[in-house]
């Protein structure tokens, strides 16, 4: 494995965002289908939500799932040791600032909208949760350069 353009290549990733429904699982997703699988990837929330249909619809007509993942908290996880931990929301980054104070972890935010507040027509929310998904698909065909597989590049 080569190293990514700005940084060595983790061994283990967490995505974190405000609830584990949307961003953090569609990232954990996007990730796992573009990263070795001798990566470990998952997703948890600061606080818990529910899971979200559209994020399922999204995914799916790119090949991608959730499978049975259920929204999480970052006090769920069984361990908490990551090579790299990427915050999607505010309160996501300012909690895992807090959670690895003392622990030598990169953590990386990355700026994502919430596509949950978007109204309309259905048409016009699957727009919003497509381009989150195809947003992160971007970020991290960049970030991860040399394990990136696949059409990310646009």
Known sequence: MR???NGSSP???LFMCRMNSVRSPMAEAIARHHLPASVFVTSAGVRAGDRDPFVDA???EEGMGLNEHQPRTVDDLEDDYF???VT???EAHH???EFTRSMAVDVEYWPTPDPTAVTGTRDQIMHAYRDVRERLKHRMAKRFA???QGNDAD
């Open 95 to 97: 909690a895992a600032l």
């Open 88 to 90: 999607l929301a505010p």
């Open 11 to 13: 061994r283990s990733v």
């Open 83 to 85: 090579d790299l931990i």
């Open 58 to 60: 999204v995914l799916a």
């Open 3 to 5: 190293m990514a353009a």
């Open 146 to 148: 040399a394990e990136a």
